[in-house]
């Protein structure tokens, strides 16, 4: 079993049918450099392995898999989550952009 490192996310921006924009996570970005699906976390996570976010000086945070994007009227999946822990910092969604 390997440990994954993320230090960057990518996001896109969408507008709902409603009219609505926002952007959602659609892959992440190792350590090392390497750009990884939503759906290749995903599928790697279901094979035993595990991932984490890491920022400088703050805890690392698990990354797990999520049904859908959050926001409303948005079927975006499969997608990625981080528990919330004392600080935001880690959090999945809150990473630099790569
Ligand atoms: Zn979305």
Redesign the pocket.
Same mark, same amino acid.
């Given at each position: 079993m390997s440990t994954y490192y993320v230090t960057k996310i990518r996001k896109q921006s969408?507008t709902?049918k409603d009219g609505n924009t926002?952007?959602?996570i659609i892959g992440v970005v190792t350590k090392t450099e390497a750009f990884y699906t939503n759906k290749e976390v995903v599928d790697s996570l279901d094979e035993g392995h595990e991932w984490y976010t890491e920022v400088k000086n703050e805890p690392k945070a698990k990354i797990k898999k999520r049904g859908? @994007?959050?926001?409303s009227n @948005?079927?975006?999946k499969p997608?990625l989550t981080t528990d919330p822990d004392h600080t935001t910092k880690n959090n999945l969604e809150n990473l630099p952009r790569g």
């Open positions: 969408v709902n926002h952007e959602h859908h @994007c959050p926001k @948005c079927g975006h997608y």
